[in-house]
Structures are given as C-alpha cells and as structure tokens.
T-cell receptor, first 113, second 113 residues
Framework: DVKVTQSSRYLVKRTGEKVFLECVQD?????MFWYRQDPGLGLRLIYF???????EKGDIPEGYSVSREKKERFSLILESASTNQTSMYLC????????????FGPGTRLTVL | AQSVSQHNHHVILSEAASLELGCNYS??????LFWYVQYPGQHLQLLLK????DPLVKGIKGFEAEFIKSKFSFNLRKPSVQWSDTAEYFC???????????WGAGTKLIIKP
C-alpha cells in the first residue's frame, strides 16, 4: 500500500511566522503535489514536482514555496504566514504519468492567528 | 482554461435510494476523468477513473460512472446507497497531457439511516 505521511495533523502559527509542512511518500513516486482544500472550492493546486529539484507552479502559488531535495520528500513553505492561509493542506503523490492515481496524505489543518 | 462543475454541493438521501452525482467539465480535447471520495476523518482516495475504452467505468464499493463525451459529463452513480457512503465526493479532470488535475468543488453526500 502506498503511504503518504504529513508531518503534522494540526498546526497553529502566528501571522508573519515561517511555516514548514513536510510530506513523505514511500512508493518511489516521481510526482508530488501540494493542494489546499477550502469548503466550496474543492482542491486547488499550489505546486507540484515531477522530479527531484524540479517544481512547477499550480493555480495559487503566491505566498508559498516548495523544496524537493530527495525523491520521497516534498516540503511546502509559507515564507510569512497570513490569516488567509488558514486552510487544510493536502499532499499527494503519483507514479509518473498523467493518468496515474494520486495518493493523498491525511492533511494538515493550519490555523494562522 | 479547464474547469469542472459539480452541480450539487449537498445531497441528502435515505438508505437504499439511488444516487447520481453530476460532473461536467469544459475541455474539448482528450481527457482523463476521476472520482475521488473522502470519508469522514479519512484520506482522499480514488473511487474510479476513466482514460480510454468502455465509457462505463466501475469502481469500488458498487460505484460506477459514465463518460458521455457529447455532454462533457462524467456522472457518478450507485443503484442503492448505504449509510457508509456518507462522504464528500470530488470529480477531477486532466487534459493537455499534463499532471495537473482540475477539481470540482465537491459534493457532500449524507445518507440517512
């Protein structure tokens, strides 16, 4: 079974703090994704990575950056957290192609005060 | 730009009722289509997917979906729902041979016992 783990289930941070969200997958997948999930908006892609050190912007990259130094790990960074970044953050991975199933982690619910 | 529309944000049914959740997408080329489900407190997981062949796709737990190209639709169906089908259901599409999935806003399904 594919396992995607995220470093925290719940996180509370203050405005202006730098926030790191970590995601690890154990199935040697090429692709990794970061989404945010907000009620009524579905999932919106922040960034994805198709290889180590490679990244592509998604629909809403502003205020976020990512890092993929190792194949199994994909980090999302909020450089200076703001209250409008309060959300559920989901990490996913997929094998390599565009028809491959994405496997999701449990999510991190981030609250920025 | 591609988009995905799920017409019903909330659906409430009694057990044994039949289910159909609508999904329409806007993209004229070749598409890959997915339905994902998120049970309360659990990860998002794949229910079924279509990328070629028979337009009637069967998934897990008795769900099926039909791809109707002329209507740009990929509706999800189940003939008789159970209380355990209570969940949020997301339709997603990708085209342009890229990795990015475009997600619908989701439909929250509540099954009354």
């Amino acid at each position: 079974d594919v396992k995607v783990t995220q470093s925290s289930r719940y996180l509370v941070k203050r405005t202006g703090e730098k926030v790191f969200l970590e995601c690890v997958q154990d199935m040697d997948h090429e692709n990794m994704f970061w989404y945010r999930q907000d009620p009524g908006l579905g999932l919106r892609l922040i960034y994805f990575s198709y290889d180590v050190k490679m990244k592509e912007k998604g629909d809403i990259p502003e205020g976020y950056s990512v890092s993929r130094e190792k194949k199994e790990r994909f980090s999302l960074i909020l450089e200076s957290a703001s209250t409008n970044q309060t959300s559920m953050y989901l990490c996913a991975s997929s094998l390599s192609g565009d028809t491959d199933t994405q496997y999701f982690g449990p999510g991190t619910r981030l609250t920025v005060l | 730009a591609q988009s995905v529309s799920q017409h019903n944000h909330h659906v409430i049914l009694s057990e044994a009722a039949s289910l159909e959740l609508g999904c329409n997408y806007s993209y004229g080329g070749t598409v890959n289509l997915f339905w994902y489900v998120q049970y309360p407190g659990q990860h998002l997981q794949l229910l079924l997917k279509y990328f070629s062949g028979d337009p009637l796709v069967k998934g897990i737990k008795g769900f099926e979906a039909e791809f109707i190209k002329s209507k740009f639709s990929f509706n999800l169906r189940k003939p008789s729902v159970q209380w355990s089908d209570t969940a949020e259901y997301f339709c997603a599409v990708n085209g342009d041979s890229n990795y990015q999935l475009i997600w619908g806003a989701g439909t929250k399904l509540i099954i009354k016992p």
